[in-house]
């Protein structure tokens, strides 16, 4: 990004952070949480493609990050119930597993070789169905949705899986909409798969990523301060049914 786009994302960032403010500090008070029926999505999908997504993710994350990427599915399944939205199951789940592949070792580009690792992750993955016999539509849903997880926000107007990964790791990693779930699905995901660690991993990730992409989004959103957020997110605490 240039310095405008740089100016006009940072806005946006603080903007969003300033308006889900209330609802953060609810959470971490131990109050606020829906109380309606939103209950705890299926098991994700299983197929030929998601083994083979499920087997890569295994192979090239860390505990953490791993865990990261299975609630994931959780939560964007749990906010589509919510939001009333339909979804492809397959692309969600392969989009969630597979949205932070450019932060691994085996996959995270060259400083000169692409601009942010969440452009470079879809690209990965795009590539990765595309050898294993994805349609080119399945492709491009998950390429996208990893590609956008990274802005202020997306509509669902952008794509449903999109709009739902995004929607997910931006409350595992900050607390994002953490009130519009109730605390009993959230207490279920995170006993299932535990946040362990996860808020250092990430936050050592962001940190190298400012460093080595300056002019990516997670360099602004380092810059502008996301270590706050991200080290109060109420989840890294223990929720209680």
Avoid at 56 to 67: F, K, M, R, T
Avoid at 73 to 89: E, I, K, N, T, V
Avoid at 163 to 185: N, T, W
Avoid at 216 to 229: E, L, N, Y
Wanted: with cysteine; charged share 25%; aromatic share 6%.
């Amino acid at each position: 990004m240039d310095r405008k786009q740089k100016l006009g994302f940072a806005r946006r960032a603080a903007t969003a952070q300033l308006a889900g403010l209330p609802g953060v500090v609810k959470a971490a008070l131990g109050s606020g949480g829906r109380t309606g029926t939103v209950e705890l999505p299926e098991a994700p999908p299983d197929s030929k493609l998601t083994r083979q997504a499920v087997e890569l993710a295994e192979a090239v994350y860390g505990g953490e990050l791993h865990q990261h990427c299975l609630r994931c599915w959780y939560f964007g399944a749990a906010f589509a119930q919510l939001d009333g939205l339909r979804f492809d199951p397959e692309a969600l789940y392969v989009a969630a597993l597979l949205h932070d592949i450019g932060l691994t070792d085996r996959y995270r580009p060259a400083p000169d070789q692409s601009p942010c690792f969440a452009v470079h992750g879809g690209a990965v993955a795009r590539e990765r169905l595309m050898t294993w016999g994805a349609s080119t539509e399945l492709a491009g849903l998950v390429d996208e949705a990893i590609a956008l997880h990274m802005d202020v926000a997306v509509d669902p107007a952008q794509g449903v899986e999109a709009h739902l990964l995004h929607a997910a790791a931006h409350l595992d990693v900050a607390g994002s909409r953490i009130g519009d779930l109730p605390r009993p699905l959230l207490a279920e995901i995170l006993r299932a798969h535990p946040r362990d660690g996860f808020s250092d991993v990430f936050l050592a990730a962001m940190r190298r990523e400012a460093r080595e992409r300056p002019d990516s989004r997670a360099a602004v959103m380092w810059k502008q301060g996301m270590r706050i957020p991200v080290s109060m997110n109420p989840l890294n605490r223990t929720l209680t049914s």
